[in-house]
């Protein structure tokens, strides 16, 4: 009985092992997954430590037609944005007034830079939109790109992203950086367009016969008509 019991006992045990063996094997199989999944995004950025694109999250970012529609509407409004050495002029033709400071808990500015002509900015998008297929992490954004559902990136600074939020002119800064000072330049939308000068026009009149002539002309031609 003693022998069934011991028997019993260790087939037991050795099932347990099995079933823990099993579900590591399935925990082990899963991290790898995991694991190769983020290898094949970090490949995709080209280098580890590589911001995503901002394709990479069209729900925050915008598409290529937000884009599109971001541009023409900075080009409609004449934005000219000019940092000078103590404050940063906007030359622009609507009823834009100062910026003033936007704070987003989802999002902070990291830093700005310019390469090649082209200027950027690198910010870090926290995981509050995983679940619409963003990952959390830094990204590279530029002039045009959407920002949320109301806010467009209209210039990138030295260390600021000058935005249009609600219509109104809103900017991100790196944190601990000086604020600047804003020098706001309106100029009119309509070009006043001066008339060609066709030199003078000279004009000519029929002069009017005086009284005596006429009474002359009838005269003489009653007298054709007796003869």
């Known amino acids: 009985m003693r022998a069934k019991i011991a028997m019993s006992s260790i087939a037991g045990i050795a099932g347990a092992l099995l ?7 399935t925990e082990d199989a899963a991290q790898l997954d995991e694991s190769s999944a983020a290898a094949e995004q ?5 280098e ?17 037609d937000a884009h599109a529609e971001n541009r023409a509407h900075r080009q409609l409004a004449e934005l000219e944005v000019e940092p000078g050495e103590h404050d940063v002029s906007v030359n622009h033709s609507t009823d834009w007034h100062a910026p003033t400071p936007l704070d987003l808990d989802e999002l902070e500015l990291v830093e700005t830079w310019s390469e090649g002509g082209a200027v950027h900015a690198l910010v870090y998008l926290d995981a509050s ?28 600074l030295e260390d600021v992203v000058l935005l249009e939020h609600g219509g109104e002119l809103r900017y991100l800064r790196v944190d601990g950086v000086e604020l600047p000072e804003w020098r706001m330049l309106w100029h009119s939308p309509w070009v006043m367009v001066e008339p060609p000068d066709y030199g003078k026009v000279k004009r000519s009149r029929a002069q009017p016969r005086s009284a005596a ?15």
């Open 42 to 46: 970090e490949e995709a950025r080209g």
């Open 129 to 156: 939109f995983e679940e619409q297929g963003c990952d959390e992490g830094h990204y590279l954004i530029e002039p045009d790109d959407a920002i949320g559902a109301e806010a467009r990136v209209l210039a990138v």
């Open 19 to 25: 079933v823990c063996a099993a579900a590591r094997a």
């Open 213 to 227: 002539k006429k009474r002359r002309a009838a005269k003489k031609h009653k007298r054709k008509k007796r003869r």
């Open 48 to 64: 580890p430590d590589a911001p995503y694109p901002p394709q990479h999250c069209e729900p925050v970012f915008g598409d290529a």
